[in-house]
């Protein structure tokens, strides 16, 4: 099992910055794979940031140059962050930390509000 908690929602105005957190604890050594992913009111849950266990990272198009993806690894804790500059008002969503191991253990958190609006 694996809890994925994020913080760091919120307001913004356009233009504006926000840093988003996942903690990550239980059996995150299984985990091979930790991302973002937002969905936005009558739209699908997409990707927008994913990082590997070996580090490599891919962006969705859409966040690419505005966005940036991190991960610090501790003992019995993994924190995922992401660095959001220059947000637009389509950037508004809920945004949902994943931890993928397989099909089968596909851990999401309970997500948090970002608003951008002038």
């Known amino acids: 099992q694996v809890q994925l908690v994020e913080t760091g929602g919120g307001s913004v105005q356009p233009g504006g910055s926000l840093r988003l957190s996942c903690a990550a604890s239980g059996s995150i050594l299984y985990i091979s794979t930790m991302a973002w992913y937002r969905q936005a009111p009558g739209k699908e849950r997409e990707l927008v940031a994913a990082?590997?266990?070996?580090?490599?990272?891919?962006?969705a198009d859409s966040v690419k140059g505005r966005f940036t993806l991190s991960r610090d690894n501790g003992k019995n804790t993994a924190y995922l962050y992401l660095q959001m500059n220059s947000l637009k008002s389509e950037d508004t969503a809920v945004y949902y930390c994943n931890g993928y191991m397989n099909s089968l253990h596909n851990y999401w958190g309970q997500g948090t509000q970002v608003t951008v609006s002038s």
């Open positions: 990082m590997s266990s070996g580090g490599s990272t891919n962006y």
